[in-house]
Each structure stands twice: as structure tokens, then as C-alpha cells.
């Protein structure tokens, strides 16, 4: 069993600052890329992500505001959030490809999701 727990949301002003965490645990064997996606209200779409080497890619809209970065060892992915705005507001969902032991392929794992919300 494969599960990924966010932590780090909540509710800030705009202009102001956030950090999402995400760990991995389970019965893994390795880990690809992982990144986040934000959903408001219905579309999910790409915030940014990481690849095992430490390649980034961002979505247009956050970058220069908004750094992925992970830690191999602890199976972890953060997302550090500046200079929020009104329309960053979204359920943040962590994404994986992971190997889990025993696999045959990689397959996509999800978090259950983190509320930021950005408003005075």
C-alpha cells in the first residue's frame, strides 16, 4: 500500500506566504517525478514539478512566486508559495509516479488534497 499525506495549507493574506509538504509512504521501491496540481472548482491543473534528478517545470501563473523542491531521502515533496493571490485559492493535490515493491510499472498516486485559500 502506496499513500501520499499533505500537509501546509490554510488561510493567508494576499501577499503573504505558504509551505505544502507531501510524503510518500508504503511499500516503495522508487520514486519518479512528483509535483503538485491545484483544483478551483473543477479543472486540476499543473502548479509545478520535480523529477527525480531535480528538473523543474512550472505552471506560467506561478512562476517566480512559487518553488517545488524534494527530498529523496525522506520521500518528500514540498511547494513553497510567495507572494499569494486571491486566484492561487484552490484544493492543492500532490502527485507521484512511483514503483511500488513488487510492481511491475510505475503507476500515478494522488494525496487527498490541502485547501489554500488566499483572501483579506
Known amino acids: 500500500q502506496v499513500q501520499l499525506v499533505e500537509s501546509g495549507g490554510g488561510l493567508v493574506q494576499p501577499g503573504g506566504s505558504l509551505r505544502l509538504s507531501c510524503s510518500a509512504s508504503?511499500?516503495?521501491?522508487?520514486?519518479?517525478?512528483m509535483g503538485w496540481y491545484r483544483q478551483a472548482p473543477v479543472k486540476r491543473d499543473l502548479v509545478a514539478t520535480v523529477?527525480?534528478?531535480?528538473?523543474?517545470n512550472y505552471a506560467d501563473s506561478v512562476k517566480g512566486r512559487f518553488t517545488i523542491s524534494r527530498d529523496n531521502a525522506k520521500k518528500t515533496v514540498y511547494l513553497q508559495m510567495n507572494n499569494l493571490k486571491p486566484e492561487d485559492t484552490a484544493v492543492y493535490y500532490c502527485?507521484?509516479?512511483?514503483?511500488?515493491?513488487?510492481?511491475?510499472?510505475?503507476?500515478?498516486?494522488w494525496g487527498q488534497g490541502t485547501q489554500v485559500s488566499v483572501s483579506s
Open positions: 508504503g511499500s516503495i521501491r522508487s520514486i519518479n517525478r
Open positions: 502527485n507521484a509516479d512511483i514503483w511500488r515493491v513488487g510492481g511491475s510499472t510505475t503507476r500515478d498516486y
Open positions: 523529477s527525480s534528478s531535480g528538473t523543474t
